[in-house]
């Protein structure tokens, strides 16, 4: 079991570099994976035996072999890459998608951890932007 998590881990840290933005649910670190361990964990641990699991060696190996890796890793590898780049992007740009709303609701709070809890809390933004990108940093 210690393994498996292991190899969930070094998967994610090879899928999640570059940060990109779309409009669309994010997944969570954990979510992630477990569907890796359970859609990839096979093909890894017979592809990618002994491969470093940093510097994206995991999803190089696996992108070296894509002939050879089941179709529901590739997949999932892909959908789980593009969810966390979301989520990693939303959480960069938050303060400056909600910057006004966060003036406005959150006058006179201090620090970004403060400001950024002010706004999960609060019921009453009006910026859908800013909504979403609360939503796919996945604080809400």
């Known amino acids: 079991m210690a ?3 292991m190899l969930a881990g070094a998967v994610l840290m090879a899928a999640f570099g570059a940060a990109g933005i779309a409009h669309a649910q994010t997944i969570s670190f954990a979510d992630a994976a477990t569907a890796l361990t359970q ?3 096979a093909d890894i641990k017979k592809l990618c035996r002994g491969i470093n699991l940093g510097n994206h060696q995991i999803q190089t190996c696996l992108e070296k072999h894509q ?11 892909a959908d789980i890459t593009v ?3 979301r989520r990693l992007a939303a959480q960069a740009g938050v ?7 966060a003036a406005t609701l959150c006058k006179g709070v201090k620090g ?4 950024l809890q002010c706004l999960i ?16 940093a996945g604080w809400r």
Do not use: M, Y
């Open 3 to 5: 393994t498996r998590n």
């Open 39 to 41: 859609d990839c964990g």
């Open 67 to 77: 002939a050879k890796v089941s179709p529901t890793c590739i997949s999932t590898l």
């Open 83 to 85: 969810s966390i780049e």
């Open 95 to 101: 303060f400056k998608v909600c910057g006004a709303d």
């Open 112 to 115: 970004e951890a403060h400001l």
């Open 121 to 136: 809390k609060t019921k009453r933004i009006d910026s859908q932007k800013c909504n979403q990108a609360i939503t796919d």
